[in-house]
């Protein structure tokens, strides 16, 4: 796989053009096809986290071809960049006919964006709804965050069932 970065049409100095914000769109048909984009994070020289939730997140089982879905928590601090959220809401419905397994969508997902953007911290939270009776969730995160960082918890329940 390989990861998307910033085009050499796309210089890394601030002055790049967002390709798909403001524009429409065609949805992208597979995570490897989509574009992420990303802009000069403002207040580079602060420490502040940015979250994106993703509650309906949809990918395919690879085995069984039947939908998959998960509630997906990211959370970054970054250093000299952010991600365009559009291209980012693009990304993660790509996979909605990508045939992975949970541990690989949500470490993609993860990896793709510290690729991306060299964030100070970034972690992910993937709670996957029950296949076969049994929920699966997969938890990942760059290192400790910074000292000093307020990092809000993700506060999605766990999977309960009857009982």
């Known amino acids: 796989m390989s990861?998307?970065?910033p085009s050499p049409a796309r210089p890394d100095d601030g002055s790049q053009t967002l390709t798909q914000l403001g524009r429409n769109t065609t949805q992208p048909t597979s995570p490897e096809e989509a574009i992420l984009e990303r802009v000069p994070a403002p207040d580079a020289d602060r420490r502040y986290v940015v979250r994106f939730t993703a509650p309906e997140f949809t990918s395919l089982c690879p085995v069984t071809g039947q939908p998959?879905?998960?509630h997906i928590v990211i959370d970054y601090i970054p250093r000299q960049w952010?991600?365009?959220s559009k291209s980012l809401k693009l990304f993660l419905t790509s996979f909605r006919n990508h045939g992975a397994f949970h541990?690989?969508?949500s470490m993609q997902i993860?990896?793709?964006l510290v690729d991306l953007l060299d964030p100070v911290w970034?972690?992910?939270g993937a709670y996957w709804y029950p296949r076969g009776g049994m929920p699966i969730d997969i938890f990942w995160q760059t290192?400790?965050?910074p000292e000093g960082a307020w990092i809000p918890p993700q506060d999605v329940s766990g999977y309960r069932g009857r009982g």
């Open 122 to 124: 970034l972690r992910i």
């Open 103 to 105: 541990e690989k969508c």
């Open 143 to 145: 290192g400790a965050p």
């Open 110 to 112: 993860a990896t793709t």
């Open 68 to 70: 998959d879905f998960a």
């Open 3 to 5: 990861s998307p970065t």
């Open 82 to 84: 952010i991600v365009e």
